[in-house]
């Protein structure tokens, strides 16, 4: 039987780090609302810099993945995981200033960031990706403070084969998780796509989809043996230690269906340079 001491980490579950809402500014004056996470008592090993899925689509700074990034990777991991929303991107802690600017924009947001992790005095700062977030940092991924890169379910819709080969030159650690049944970039088509950088891993997630749902834990364990190799994983699934219970219910017209019917924003990017996929609801 299992220690008593122990409960279980569900969904919910947040656990103790030390947490600062953030605003952070971009090159052209606008406003971003972000929250840095720290483990408390000792200092970060490495830092995420989390970059959220298509916010025309339902996504935020708090899509289900990066907040239970946030709400357990300080305890578990010893990561500083910083999150923003990106221009005029909403979520439970507040709205960016802008409107999304089918990524061209949003770049100047992810800076943003980078500047707030340099100044902090953060170490070694990785960006992490998720579906539209993922090709963002694979567009901003040359600035020299980030060490390197883990995407989630990576449409490759903005990022062009230029954007691939600077990854390539700059022999930066990249990994893809790409879920088997991913609604836009599936295993055998990714790895088509990421032969252009050499080093590239591409791993295969097997049964999973591009929203990660029933797989958060994986994505968390994947994450955090890149950024932080020295800690064990998989991580823990139960603590001893004091627990909050978040709400997630706040979020439910954020579903899929809610935005089943939302146009995607365009305009699309030539084919062979990038990925012309569906509408991505990444959540």
Known sequence: MGD????????????PARREILRLTTADGLT???????????????TIVCVHPLPTHGGMMDSHVFRKAAARLPALAGLAVLRFNTRGTSSAHGASEGAFDNADGELLDVAAALELAER???PHIWLVGWSFGADLTLIAGGDPRVEGAVLLSPPLRFPTDEHLRRWDESAKPLTALIPELDDYLRPNEARDRFALVRRAEVVTIKG???LWVGNAERALDEIVARVAPSVSTPLP???????????SSMYADRTLAKFADVPLPGPFRAAGTAHPGPPDPGI
């Not at 008593?4 to 656990?15: F, G």
């Not at 971003?32 to 490495?46: F, N, Q, R, S």
């Not at 699934?237 to 709400?247: F, H, L, N, S, Y």
């Open 208 to 210: 999973g989809k591009h």
């Open 120 to 122: 902090r005095a953060l």
């Open 4 to 15: 008593p001491a122990m409960a279980k980490i569900r969904a919910n579950s947040v656990l």
């Open 237 to 247: 699934r139960e603590w001893a230690g004091p627990m909050e219970r978040g709400d």
């Open 32 to 46: 971003l609302v972000g929250e840095l996470a720290l483990p408390e008592g000792t200092d970060p090993v490495a």
